[in-house]
């Protein structure tokens, strides 16, 4: 299983970025690809997640109505899509695959996870 994260940037508080999860190796129709993100000195926050086999998704608290994930089985990639971003969204962004029909945010349960692509927020 392979993972690529990209479309990483910089933009102004109050901007948009989209990112993309290119995925591969991911042989079975039941399993959820998780978006993380990494400030520096915090630890790794689980924000969004999608389910494959029926689209569900999950939310953090501190994305929630600002950020949506979504998924192309055609294509093989994950979108999340940022908007009114803020300063404190800056970090490193990640995404992985966990196995199951649903989707957690829990890091401990992802398997595979892909390189990361910075976002920088400026006030």
């Known amino acids: 299983v392979q993972l690529q994260a990209s479309g990483g940037g910089s933009v102004q508080a109050g901007g948009s970025l989209s990112l993309s999860c290119a995925f591969s190796?991911?042989?079975?129709?039941?399993?959820?690809l998780g978006w993380f993100r990494q400030a520096p000195g915090k630890e790794r926050e689980g924000i969004a997640c999608v389910s494959n086999s029926d689209g569900w998704t999950e939310y953090a608290d501190s994305v929630r109505f600002r950020f949506t994930v979504d998924r192309d089985g055609l294509k093989n990639v994950a979108i999340l899509r940022m908007n009114n971003l803020k300063p404190e969204d800056t970090a490193v962004y990640y995404c992985?695959?966990?196995?199951?029909?649903?989707?957690?945010?829990?890091?401990?349960?992802?398997?595979?996870w892909g390189r990361g692509t910075l976002v920088t927020v400026s006030s």
């Open positions: 992985a695959s966990m196995w199951g029909a649903s989707c957690r945010l829990n890091a401990w349960e992802y398997e595979h």
């Open positions: 190796g991911l042989t079975m129709s039941n399993f959820g």
